[in-house]
């Protein structure tokens, strides 16, 4: 499936934003969608994930600030996060995991200023 991301941009610290993950096809037979996030010259991180059943699992970083969630109707998968820090600056990525992280989109920039 192909995975295209959006919602990131340019926000303050204290501030939130919605992330999107359009997949081109059905997500419904799909165990577990994610998000990851990579910042500049560090190692890419997950952030959260949400099983076909609508469990959630939060990174430490972003926990209590972050929510995932899935539409399978629309194909879709979001992430909210609050309450944002310049530690979350970073490139964004969606993925869907069938026994491994298989499906990547191209990622989505999320800047915080301070």
């Known amino acids: 499936v192909q995975l295209q991301a959006s919602g990131g941009g340019l926000v303050q610290a204290g501030g939130s934003l919605r992330l999107s993950c359009a997949a081109s096809g059905s997500i419904s037979n799909i165990a577990v969608m994610g998000w990851h996030r990579q910042a500049p010259g560090k190692q890419r991180e997950l952030v959260a994930t949400?099983?076909?059943?609508?469990?959630?699992y939060y990174g430490d970083s972003v926990k209590g600030r972050c929510s995932i969630s899935r539409d399978s109707a629309k194909n879709t998968v979001y992430l909210l996060m609050n309450s944002l820090k310049p530690d979350d600056t970073a490139v964004y990525y969606c993925?869907?995991?069938?026994?491994?992280?298989?499906?990547w989109g191209q990622g989505t920039l999320v800047t915080v200023s301070s």
């Open positions: 993925a869907a995991y069938r026994g491994t992280w298989s499906d």
């Open positions: 949400i099983t076909s059943g609508g469990f959630p």
